[in-house]
């Protein structure tokens, strides 16, 4: 072990809310924070918002509704929807526009499909626009607790080592980076694959190729061979991308030979590891699938399931906040969920709980000197429901 030696760290700022983690659960909880009056530093490693949606081309916007007719995410989840189509409206399917039939909704359900540069750039102008303050190329790295609450957020950028001070943290991650730093109970899975969506051109003609090996989503099958990698172990994620781009050069190998006449070119690779379940928090409560339709009273938000019809989860909010830390709250990929992970961890879900995050954080930061736990959850309902939020019980 080598010990660095003691040394003075530069206050680069204040904020009631930082935000750690630029994917769209960090987008939603940034908008949300803002527009809920609190002043918001949202910390992001790359150069551009949206994750795995826009530098990684995954580029569904997966369903706002339960696949039986009813919509259940609503509020930013469905803002971003439309933000990400914004260009082409006509993306969304008629049933789910305004005047929408109620019998075509129940087999064509709420989706879209977006250009990712384009939403990429949409994003920052939401951002921007709304007052959030956007750090790039600044890397989460520790946190400095004084009893159970996060006082100072370390990062590190061109400027060096800089320490943010704090009153409410959302880490939006992906990797519960914050969580883990913070001292909070954590699960990790080492079951991502080689995996990477890219566009290239077919005699100038650009195709999107949705390249994973190892993995069967709907059948939950686990990798049976060696690449399998952990997100939160720096050796597998710099193995995951240099295996993937591996097998993306191979690929445009194949499909050279499978049109000998077209000339194919790559165009744009994904730009980070394309993982799909990491690390993440082990909450007060972890959501399962057994979960389908239970009620939780602390319930800030819904969700179905991208992969099937019929399910609806009820988030409630305690499978979003830490344990051991009282201003600290999760977004997205890493909040506590156990068999429902798979459920939670996609682009509609990662809203709604951004949102929800973003707004307890807000609350707390202004009402109770930044203790999540001491907001009103009855406050905090009634807050999203005014954003549009769904929070109605359905049957």
């Known amino acids: 072990m080598l010990i660095e030696s003691e040394r003075r760290i530069p206050e680069a700022g204040e904020y009631d809310v930082v935000v750690v983690g630029g994917g769209i659960a960090g987008v939603a909880a940034a908008l949300a924070g803002a527009r809920n009056g609190a002043k918001v530093c949202l910390l992001e490693k790359m150069f551009g918002l949206g994750g795995l949606a826009t530098l990684g081309n995954v580029i569904i916007y997966l369903p706002l509704c339960d696949g039986m007719g009813r919509q259940v995410i609503g509020g ?6 439309k933000l990400s189509v914004r260009e082409t409206p006509d993306a969304i399917p008629c049933c789910w526009r305004e005047g929408g039939g109620k019998e075509e909704r129940k087999s064509l359900r709420y989706q879209v499909a977006f250009n990712p540069a384009s939403y990429m750039l949409a994003l920052e102008e939401a951002v921007v626009g709304a007052g959030v303050d956007v750090w790039y190329d600044t890397r989460f790295c520790e946190v400095v607790k004084s009893g ?20 409410a943290v959302v880490d939006a991650s992906g990797d519960a980076d914050v969580c883990a730093r913070a001292g909070e109970e954590m699960i990790s899975l080492r079951t991502n694959v080689r995996s990477g969506w890219f566009y290239y051109s077919k005699g100038g003609k650009v195709e999107l190729n949705c390249l994973s090996k190892g993995f069967d989503p ?6 049976e061979d060696d690449f399998a990698y952990a997100g939160d172990r720096g050796k597998d994620v710099s193995e995951q991308v240099l295996e993937t781009r591996k097998l993306i050069r191979e690929e445009l190998k194949i499909l050279q030979k499978k049109y000998p006449d077209f000339r194919i070119e790559p165009i744009l690779p994904p730009t980070i590891p394309c993982l799909r379940m990491t ?3 082990k909450g007060r409560i972890e959501l399962n699938e057994t979960d389908d339709h239970r009620w939780f009273d602390d319930c800030v938000g819904m969700t179905g399931d991208w992969r099937k019809n019929g399910p609806i989860y009820y988030l409630p909010l305690r499978v979003l906040t830490a344990v051991k830390t009282t201003n600290l709250i999760t977004a997205g990929r890493c909040i506590s969920a156990n068999t429902a992970w798979d459920v939670t961890r996609v682009i509609p879900t990662c809203a709604v709980t951004g949102e929800a995050a973003g707004v307890a954080a807000a609350m707390a930061a202004v009402k109770t000197e930044g203790d999540i736990s001491k907001v009103e959850i009855a406050d905090l309902q009634m807050q999203l429901k005014r954003q549009n939020v769904l929070l109605e019980r359905q049957d």
């Open 279 to 281: 690390r993440r928090l």
């Open 218 to 223: 709907l059948g939950g099958k686990m990798p």
């Open 148 to 167: 159970e609450k996060i006082e100072w957020v370390l990062v590190e950028n061109k400027s060096g080592r800089l320490a943010i001070k704090c009153k």
């Open 76 to 81: 930013i989840g469905e803002e971003l929807l």
